[in-house]
């Protein structure tokens, strides 16, 4: 085949089709397929007809298998965009927030606050009686430092 039909050309249009249709389907595995069709077609203008189609079809298989193993984890997580929650995060997601002490605190003893619909272990400097309106000014770990509003 000559032209826009060579093998090459055909093996590059493979590759361009099946990246497309990862667009279309989940899961981040079509691209390297589409990827090692790519690199066969352009090796395949490289080393031309020494280049056969049985030397196509295992450097196809082989590149597939090593675009995938070693490509396909870096590249998910380049594409895919994550949200990566930090220690800092978890341990000040409540500061600010205000609650009602269920269990009196009474320093060194913690009580329990209730904050929106869940119930936590509280700390204070100072006693709080039970149905006192508290605010969160610290949190460490599970358990809030809170004072009264």
Known sequence: MNGIFSCGWLWLYAGAILMFLELLAPGFVIFFFGLAAATVGLLRFAFGDAFTLAVQLAAFSAFSIVYILVLRRWMK?????????????????????????????????????????????????????????????????????????
């Open 77 to 149: 997580s380049v594409f895919s965009g994550r949200e990566v929650a930090s220690a800092e995060d978890f341990d000040n997601g409540s500061v600010g927030r205000t609650g009602r002490v269920t269990v009196p605190i009474a320093p060194p003893d913690a009580g329990r606050v209730e904050i929106g619909d869940a119930e936590w272990t509280a700390r204070a400097d100072a006693p709080i009686a039970a149905g006192t309106l508290v605010k969160v000014i610290s949190q460490n770990n599970l358990t809030m430092k809170v004072e009264v509003i």
